[in-house]
Structure formats: structure tokens, C-alpha cells
């Protein structure tokens, strides 16, 4: 599968897995960008929003299962490594976040400090806007030259339905775990120039 390289601030697409319906979302979007060891991430869901299924507001918390519901994700790892870390950041304000040593083995829980920022900055009808901040990515992941991203979410309606969306998806059933997913590379620093968008392949879950 083709990968872009992100040098720039960009905004890329995410594509709803094929098995699932889009039901009341019509894109998902979202804006990365690297600096000084942190990441910040900004999701656009544009569509009939009061149809969706969104956690109310919390303490800010580490909390398991949060794929289980409406909730984005983010993985990364180094250009050839195996091991790979999982970020699950709830529109409630609540987080997880896992190390692997590969591929879906070797799993344990990634200390985080200080714990991710979620945020619902806008919501209206049409669309709904999430930001993240990850102020310290852990190492060996926050000092590499370049990371591999894996960006997706999980969307749940009000019939109790879930569709998931990513940068990129594996053929089969939805799979955020699998390295196809893994479809940007992004840099330490974000010098000028214009981001790439990343190419697509089939179609992956938490």
C-alpha cells in the first residue's frame, strides 16, 4: 500500500471500512500536527450529528473498552520496528493508552504523563469537531526522527451500530492493529512545504 510522508501541518481524510454503512456520517477528517516531543490531533465529523452516540463529558480518566463506543484512535511506531503503541481518546474527556511489542501481542498498559487532552470544541447539527493533544509522547516514540501513523475512529449511531473509519484499512474485516494502517510518516519538526494526502487501499478496528 502507497504511504504519505507528512512534513507540514495537513488535514487528511479518513475512509469508512467497506463492510460498514456511513449511516449518519458523510467524512471524517483530521489534522495532525508534530512538535517538541508532542502530537495534536484535530478530527472534523461532518453529518446528522444528533443521530450519533457520543459519551457524555467526564473527569479526565484512564478507562478501558472506550473502542467499545464512539471514540477515536491513534497509533504509531517507528519506520521498521515492531512495536507499536495504541492511543483511544473518548469525545468524554476519558483515555487509554497500550504498548505492543507486535503485532496484537505482547500488550501492556503505556504510562503517559501528563494524561492526553480531549476536548469537544464545536458541535452543532452538521458537524462535530475533537481535539487531542498527547503534550509528551512516551519513548522511545517521542524522540524518533519519524513516526508511522495510524489515525481512525470508531462511530457509533443511535440504533447501536459502529462504523469504523481510517486513514487506510486492510482487506478483511476492520483491523486499526494491522501495519497497513500505519499510513503516514511524519517527522520531529513540520518545516514548510505542503503535506501529502495519503493514498487509500481497501478498507480497519480497535
Known sequence: MPRSKLNDPGTFPLLCHPACGRGAVERIEVRVRRAEGSLWLR?????????????PVRPTARRDGLWRHTCFELFLRAPGAAGYAEFNLSPSGEWAAYRFDAYRS?????????????????????ALEVAVGIGCVPEPWG??????????????DAAGALAYWALAHPPGAPD?????????EIGARAPAGTAAAPQSGSSGSG
Open 43 to 55: 478530527f472534523r465529523l461532518e453529518g446528522l450529528v444528533g443521530r450519533l452516540v457520543l459519551p
Open 143 to 156: 524522540r524518533a526522527a519519524s513516526l508511522r501513523l495510524g489515525v481512525s475512529a470508531v462511530v457509533e
Open 176 to 184: 486499526f492493529h494491522h501495519p497497513a494502517g500505519f499510513a503516514l
Open 106 to 126: 505482547g500488550m501492556h498498559e503505556l504510562e503517559v504523563a501528563p494524561a492526553p487532552a480531549v476536548e469537544v470544541v464545536a458541535r452543532d447539527g452538521g
